[in-house]
């Protein structure tokens, strides 16, 4: 409700800027000398009503095959650089109350000094979100047999009046470990989705989506490592105070932001969520009818 009117509070006066209290306040300038405007910067563009709004949606909407899209080859480099891309998922717990995690969370992200070339806001549905999680998968394997090895002992410890035979407590791990994989492996699908993939029945449910994400390509040079060492360890207990994950996660599962972990890594998750597809026309078609 009142979307138009918030927006144009929180951007502020295109030219009634004031210091600080507003996006245009902070971050965009109006200098005029003479009586004639000498530079202007307003930081931000939003439309002021419902029907200019509809217009500069549909000429987005009309050139963004053309002039959008991942904008690899705009900035300038020199030659000697290796340039990375990497990705970047802000997770959905950010976007679920109004709060401005995800403005800061982005801004802990560019003391890196690296560029985004694109943005894409996204809507995982369990098949996507089982197929971009399936390296974790593996990996959860071995995580969780230690993991358990620790509740089998902790929970056995004391409550038998006989001494366990060397090997008993590991077998069990061995024996559980795939179940307690599957069960935390849901947890993040849940998570990333809104939706509990042991209650999908058919294979249409895999594609409903509940949850969204922001997706950020960043380029630059060593972009991969730059981004992990800002984002963090994935416990946000044992990640370096000041990073992401410190300052903004919760626990594994609701750390603040996923980032690509190699080049191939990047270039695998990038395809899963297509987030080079061009959906803008068909997002405003739906909602304001024809664009031309």
Known sequence: DNVIEELRRVVGHITKISMGETIRGT???YIEKKGRIAYFEPAVLTGSDE???????????????????????????????????????????????L??????????????????????????????????????????????????LKEIRSSLQGSLDFKLPQGIEEGIAEELKSYKTE???????????GIDPREVLDEEEKEEVREKCLALVYQGENAIMKIRKVLGETNPEEAAPGTVRKDFGLDIIKNGAHASDSSLSAEREMRIIQIEKDDIPEIVERHYGRIN
């Open 27 to 29: 971050y965009g300038d």
């Open 183 to 193: 069960h935390e492996f849901n947890k993040i699908i849940k998570f990333m989705t």
């Open 51 to 97: 029907e200019g709004i509809e217009q500069e949606l549909k000429i987005w909407a009309k050139y963004s095959k053309t002039d959008g899209g991942i904008l690899e080859k705009i900035i300038s480099y020199p030659p000697e650089v290796k340039l990375e891309k990497t990705l970047v998922l802000i997770k959905p717990d950010s976007f679920q109350e």
């Open 99 to 148: 709060s401005s995690k995800v403005g800061n969370i982005i801004d802990r992200f560019s003391q890196t000094g690296l560029f985004i070339i694109g943005a894409k806001v996204i809507h995982m549905g369990v098949r996507e979100a089982e197929e971009f999680y399936a390296p974790i998968k593996e990996r959860l394997a071995e995580k969780m047999k230690g993991k358990l």
